[in-house]
């Protein structure tokens, strides 16, 4: 079995930073893909960043230049810096991690509000 644990969520001010960060734990092999989504309430879950085994990463063009994914490959860690947070980003965002199948956290809430 393959545990994500993700941590970092909250409320802060528009302009704000959180980080993110998930922790895979249990039998899990050299992680290939890893990242996150995120989903407001009626609305499909939509993808925010990825970060490959070699470092290569991706971004949804609303995060390019605030958002920052990277991963401890020694930990199973994958993390979100997110800087210059809008209230558009308000939403929970999900973790995942493949490793010979596909792994999602539980969630974790970000409200961006005054």
């Known amino acids: 079995q393959v545990q994500l644990v993700e941590s970092g969520g909250g409320l802060v001010q528009p302009g704000g930073s959180l980080r993110l960060s998930c922790a895979a734990s249990g039998t899990i092999f050299s992680p290939d893909a890893m990242g996150w989504h995120r989903q407001t309430p009626g609305n499909q879950r939509e993808l925010v960043a990825t970060i490959t085994s070699r470092g290569s990463t991706n971004y949804r063009d609303s995060v390019k230049g605030r958002f920052t994914i990277s991963r401890d490959n020694a930990k199973n860690t994958v993390y979100l810096q997110m800087n210059s947070l809008k209230p558009e980003d308000t939403a929970v965002y999900y973790c995942?991690?493949?490793?010979?199948?596909?792994?999602w956290g539980q969630g974790t809430q970000v409200t961006v509000s005054s």
């Open positions: 995942y991690v493949v490793s010979r199948a596909l792994y």
